[in-house]
Nanobody
Framework: QVQLVESGGGLVQIGGSQILACTAS????????IAWFRQAPGEQRELVAL????????IYGDFAKGRFTFSTDGAKNMVFLQMSSLKPEDTAVYYC???????????WGQGTQVTVSS
């Protein structure tokens, strides 16, 4: 069982920046991958960024490229999402997700709300 706790959400001005953090209950080196997703009201959950642990594989959703940066701190079992040039359409609940293999399992955090407004 892996617990994920997100933090850092809140109200941000248009064009501003915000850093989200996700703390895992296990060493992230034990994970297969870890990712940020988001879900806006009435919309499907979509991938923001995903990192395969132990590799250089890192992908971003098209909307995130050039504005969002995914990073990890293995010593603290944490991953981060640095967001900049925020737009109203970035308003969503942001979720941390981890996957493990053997056995296969997927874990989600409770989410953190980010609201971008003037």
């Amino acid at each position: 069982q892996v617990q994920l706790v997100e933090s850092g959400g809140g109200l941000v001005q248009i064009g501003g920046s915000q850093i989200l953090a996700c703390t895992a209950s296990t060493d992230i080196s034990n994970l297969y991958n870890i990712a940020w997703f988001r879900q806006a009201p009435g919309e499907q959950r979509e991938l923001v960024a995903l990192r395969v642990i132990g590799s250089e594989f890192l992908i971003y959703g098209d909307f995130a490229k050039g504005r969002f940066t995914f990073s990890t701190d293995g010593a603290k079992n944490m991953v981060f999402l640095q967001m900049s040039s925020l737009k109203p359409e970035d308003t969503a609940v942001y979720y941390c997700r981890a996957q493990v293999i053997d056995p296969d399992n997927t874990y989600w955090g409770q989410g953190t709300q980010v609201t971008v407004s003037s």
